[in-house]
């Protein structure tokens, strides 16, 4: 019979073990990556459902409608960042690789328009989706967790 005691609570899927322990700043730096990650779902979110809106609710005068082409384009890149802003809440391992494209979308989307804040949000939420590949997949460090292991180190 195993050395194991019965009367301890299974390790969950994404428990690390103590040879997987963070340092402090490597918990503070996912933890500042899972906020950016959560902050870029929520304007994702709100992108998709704007996007998602424009062929519905703008009116145009008679004759200039919006043609089938364009509502496509719309409706596509509505669903492109739901998809994304949903994946990024839920981060399985495929929600990396689309908001990366998402991300590099974004800043090839400033070469169309100059706006600032696509930029910035594009750039740093690549950067964050590049350092923080433990945020996602079936093994994925928690928010909540990071933030329990941040405030265990103190």
Not at 32 to 56: E, Q
Not at 130 to 149: A, Q, V
């Amino acid at each position: 019979m195993q050395n194991e005691d019965l009367y301890l609570a299974p390790k969950s899927a994404g428990a690390l073990s103590d040879s997987d322990e963070l340092s402090l700043s490597e918990a503070t730096l996912l933890h500042s990556y899972s906020r950016v990650i959560g902050f870029l779902g929520v304007m994702w979110l709100f992108l998709g459902t704007v996007l998602a809106g424009i062929p519905l609710m703008v009116a145009r005068p008679p004759g200039h409608e919006f043609l089938p082409l364009e509502k496509m384009v719309f409706f596509g890149l509505s669903g492109l960042y739901l998809t994304g802003a949903v994946g990024l809440f839920m981060r399985p391992a495929w929600a990396r690789y689309v908001g990366l494209g998402l991300c590099v979308l974004g800043l090839l989307s400033v070469l169309l328009a100059v706006n600032v804040v696509t930029l910035m949000l594009s750039s740093v939420g690549l950067y964050c989706l590049i350092k923080s590949p433990k945020l996602f997949g079936p093994n994925r460090m928690t928010h909540t967790e990071l933030k329990i292991r941040k405030s265990r180190k103190r």
